[in-house]
């Protein structure tokens, strides 16, 4: 990443102007997902302006800030989109990758050399100091037109640090298993034909502290939806 990285500032009214579609739209805690013309290019614009008010005053704008520091940090990185810029404390724009996720694309439809260029995108993230922590969601990994993987929406990513702390390191390096095991499990899901007997003992092994961190992840969405939003949603 180049030490004179400067995000542009895009106007709120050019991207309220030059929306072409949604590719999801705002509910509860979930954020437009807009593409929009701007200038001579497509790009991608997320954005909390209109998620439930409660979440996007005190939520939105910290998802925002910690997206743009990873992309920030993982400029230029292939396999990664562009950050474009930001447009005010509830959005951020980011190139366009034409493509589809993965939760679209049929199982047995991938080779594995696709499943080896994400692996190699996972491992050069974590040399720049960002775990993803949410990559079991297919919909955060996208088959490009070109054929290559794209990871998308860092707003969980977890960032290694700068200190020397060993149990931060410590923490940090279980996200990095839990990215790389990601991988594994999203090639179980839609390439099973080309699990690999390592692949399968390494599946096979339970992660450390893996059922209690997802115990923990999934009642912190709970709460944050009860608390934060309008829909009121049942434990």
């Known amino acids: ?7 542009k500032r895009l106007p709120r009214t050019a991207i309220e102007e030059n929306t072409i579609a949604y590719f999801r ?4 805690t979930r954020p437009d997902l807009r593409l929009v013309q701007f200038e001579d290019r497509r790009i991608i614009v997320k954005d909390f302006n209109r998620s439930d008010r409660l ?3 005190i939520v939105g704008p910290v998802l925002i800030r910690r997206e743009l520091g990873a992309l920030r940090i993982l400029d230029g990185l292939p396999g990664i989109p562009r950050l474009v810029g930001e447009v005010d404390r509830y959005a951020l724009a980011m190139e366009h990758i034409p493509g589809r996720s993965l939760d679209r694309v049929e199982p047995g439809t991938l080779p ?3 499943y080896d260029n994400l692996l ?8 720049r100091g960002i775990a993803h922590c949410d990559l079991r969601s297919r919909g955060n990994v996208v088959l490009g037109d070109d054929g290559k993987p794209y990871i998308v929406d860092f707003a969980a990513c977890v960032f ?3 200190g020397l702390n060993p149990f931060i ?3 940090f390096e279980q996200f990095v298993l839990a990215d790389r095991n990601a991988v594994l499990l999203i090639k179980q899901r839609l390439s099973p034909e080309l699990l690999t007997d390592e692949d ?6 339970e992660l450390p502290y893996e059922r209690p961190a997802k115990f923990i992840g999934q009642n912190v969405r709970k709460l944050t939806r009860i608390l934060l939003t309008r829909t009121r949603r049942s434990w």
């Open 1 to 7: 990443m180049s030490g004179n990285f400067r995000t």
């Open 25 to 28: 739209t705002a509910e509860g």
């Open 55 to 57: 979440f996007r005053a």
């Open 112 to 114: 594995q050399e696709f």
């Open 120 to 127: 190699q995108v996972v491992d050069q993230m974590h040399a």
């Open 160 to 162: 290694r640090g700068r």
């Open 169 to 171: 390191r410590w923490v």
């Open 200 to 205: 399968r003992s390494q599946l096979a092994q």
